[in-house]
């Protein structure tokens, strides 16, 4: 069984050696800033080390974690200690409102996204895991658990929806030799499942009490061929999609007038 929600005292345990795993991609970087459009100033929630923040415009960061904090780089955009359910900002303070993989640890991620409502003037942005996807041999073959909690703490895209209106849904394949070391960014590179570093960036693995069945299976199943037999097809793709989504909400039509 696992935690349901990733706590900022638990992320400033396993963030220790965060930014040497999971580093921005830059096809995915692309994706994002496009949906951020014309957008010069940015606040990123639930911000990490500073993945996909664009480095040509103002962004301002919030991350609860200090260990995250810490290993922002010397020219991050500055973070402000913080949570999604209370942006310490002022109404209409940002052109666009940003979010990447953070979603899902929100204790109550309506009042998040009501937050960054509030406090942005344009659209709002967040990259997610469709929870009706599903997903990929990793959790669907070894380790279940963690696509059984997922399907219940990412929101449902119609959920995101009934809080911010209509929504603009984008899919985010994964590239093959993505240097992101999310849950489905080793994809087509399942040893890198069995690095204990590579694990310890990714919070599912966290957040679970006994990784080693699933590790013990998958690393059999490597070493025998059997793994090859069933997915082997996948070597050859240069990207998959496994349900990350960019979401897009323009600014309400009162907004704009």
Same mark, same amino acid.
């Given at each position: *069984?696992?935690?349901?929600? *990733?706590?900022?005292?638990? %992320?400033?345990?396993?963030?220790?050696? +965060?930014?040497?795993?999971? #580093?921005?991609?830059?096809? &995915?970087?692309?994706?994002?800033?496009?949906?951020?459009?014309?957008?010069? =100033?940015?606040?990123?929630?639930?911000?990490?080390?500073?993945? %996909?923040?664009?480095?040509?415009?103002?962004?301002?960061?919030?991350?609860?974690?200090?260990?995250?904090?810490?290993?922002? /780089?010397?020219?991050?955009?500055?973070?402000?200690?913080?949570?999604?359910?209370?942006?310490?900002? #002022?109404?209409?303070?940002?052109?666009?409102?940003?979010?990447?993989?953070?979603?899902?640890?929100?204790?109550? !991620?309506?009042?998040?996204?009501?937050? *960054?409502?509030?406090?942005?003037?344009?659209?709002?942005?967040?990259? =997610?895991?469709?929870?009706?996807?599903?997903?990929?041999?990793?959790?669907?073959? %070894?380790?279940?658990?963690?696509?059984?909690?997922?399907?219940?703490?990412?929101?449902?895209?119609?959920?995101?929806?009934?809080?911010?209106?209509?929504?603009?849904?984008?899919?985010?394949?994964?590239?093959?030799?993505? =240097?992101?070391?999310?849950?489905? /960014? +080793?994809?087509?590179?399942?040893?890198? +499942?069995?690095?204990?570093?590579? #694990?310890?960036? &990714?919070?599912?693995?966290?957040?679970? #009490?006994?990784?080693?069945?699933?590790?013990?299976?998958?690393?059999?199943?490597?070493?025998?061929?059997? !793994?090859?037999s069933r997915h082997g097809a996948l070597r050859t793709l240069p990207e998959l999609d496994v349900g990350y989504r960019l979401l897009v909400a323009p600014p309400p039509p009162a907004a704009l007038t």
């Amino acid at each position: *069984m696992a935690a349901e929600r *990733m706590s900022p005292a638990l %992320y400033d345990r396993i963030g220790v050696g +965060y930014s040497g795993h999971r #580093r921005p991609d830059p096809r &995915i970087a692309a994706q994002v800033a496009s949906a951020l459009g014309p957008a010069l =100033t940015v606040l990123n929630v639930g911000a990490g080390t500073g993945s %996909y923040e664009p480095a040509d415009r103002d962004v301002v960061a919030v991350e609860p974690s200090a260990e995250m904090v810490r290993q922002r /780089g010397p020219g991050a955009a500055p973070a402000v200690r913080a949570v999604a359910e209370h942006l310490p900002f #002022r109404d209409g303070s940002f052109d666009a409102t940003l979010a990447v993989l953070s979603i899902h640890h929100w204790p109550d !991620w309506r009042r998040g996204l009501g937050e *960054m409502r509030r406090v942005g003037r344009g659209s709002v942005v967040i990259l =997610t895991w469709d929870p009706e996807h599903p997903a990929f041999w990793l959790v669907q073959e %070894y380790f279940p658990e963690i696509l059984e909690v997922d399907r219940r703490i990412f929101p449902a895209l119609a959920a995101v929806r009934s809080v911010l209106g209509p929504v603009e849904v984008q899919p985010v394949p994964v590239p093959a030799d993505c =240097t992101d070391g999310f849950l489905g /960014g +080793y994809w087509r590179r399942p040893e890198r +499942y069995l690095d204990a570093g590579a #694990r310890g960036a &990714i919070s599912a693995f966290a957040k679970l #009490r006994n990784v080693g069945p699933g590790l013990e299976r998958l690393e059999a199943d490597l070493r025998s061929g059997r !793994w090859e037999s069933r997915h082997g097809a996948l070597r050859t793709l240069p990207e998959l999609d496994v349900g990350y989504r960019l979401l897009v909400a323009p600014p309400p039509p009162a907004a704009l007038t």
